[in-house]
């Protein structure tokens, strides 16, 4: 967006950039800027960069997501359902 403004980007700003798209885990648009910068001759540095602990959870529960079986998803079904009647059932009314 800055480029298509007509602002060139400096080394504050292309080291800015790769600091929190490494943060955010995405490792590779920050190397392809840090491409970009040595190849317009700007003078930055290749860091390592920790990644934020809520986008490294976020990464690792999306590996781990299994496929839900048949059988469970029957089951899962059958309880949605079975809430979905009950609750069109008067609840019984007690004595005052």
């Known amino acids: 967006m800055m480029k298509a403004d007509g602002c060139e980007p400096g080394v504050k700003t292309y080291d800015l950039l790769m600091g929190k798209l490494g943060s955010m885990n995405r490792v590779n648009k920050a190397n392809t800027l840090f491409n970009e910068a040595k190849k317009r001759g700007m003078a930055v540095v290749a860091k390592e960069y ?14 781990e997501k299994k496929k839900e079986t048949l059988p469970e998803k029957m089951a899962r079904k059958r309880r949605t359902l079975k809430q979905i009647r009950l609750s069109f059932v008067k609840p019984p009314m007690g004595r005052a």
């Open 50 to 63: 920790v990644v934020d602990p809520w986008y490294a959870k976020k990464a690792k529960a999306s590996k």
